[in-house]
Nanobody, 124 residues
Framework: QAPLVESGGGVVQAGGSLRLSCAAS????????IGWFRRAPGKGHEFVAA????????YYADRVKDRFSITRDNAWNTVYLQMNNLKLEDTAVYYC?????????????????WGQGTQVTVSS
């Protein structure tokens, strides 16, 4: 089983909202930065957002920064991605990933542990 498990994906109309969850499975990710990536059909992984363990530092891709919000609940070892005002181009498989690098990472190779992804489909 993957060390991280995503949930909350689904089909939503443009302009709607979804909240994705990323939960640790079988281990703790205490001290880890958690990032969200997405992969649209025929494209590579695209960075979406990341949050440090303390939750005091977040970073967003320009395409989502005014619409998405990343938070974490360390007591429950869970990270959330609130997605509002969804657009057709947000359709993708969304993955969460973890790393322990000191700097906030935005590139796929910088993350060491990955989930299996959850599908988000935005319809017109």
């Amino acid at each position: 089983q993957a060390p991280l498990v995503e949930s909350g994906g689904g089909v939503v109309q443009a302009g709607g909202s979804l909240r994705l969850s990323c939960a640790a499975s079988g281990r703790s990710f205490s001290g880890y930065t958690i990032g969200w990536f997405r992969r649209a059909p025929g494209k590579g992984h695209e960075f979406v957002a990341a949050i440090r363990w303390q939750g005091d530092t977040t970073y967003y891709a320009d395409r989502v920064k005014d619409r998405f919000s990343i938070t974490r609940d360390n007591a429950w070892n869970t990270v959330y991605l609130q997605m509002n005002n969804l657009k057709l181009e947000d359709t993708a498989v969304y993955y969460c990933a973890a790393n322990r690098r000191p700097a906030l990472a935005v590139k796929e190779p910088e993350y060491d542990h990955w989930g299996q992804g959850t599908q988000v489909t935005v319809s017109s």
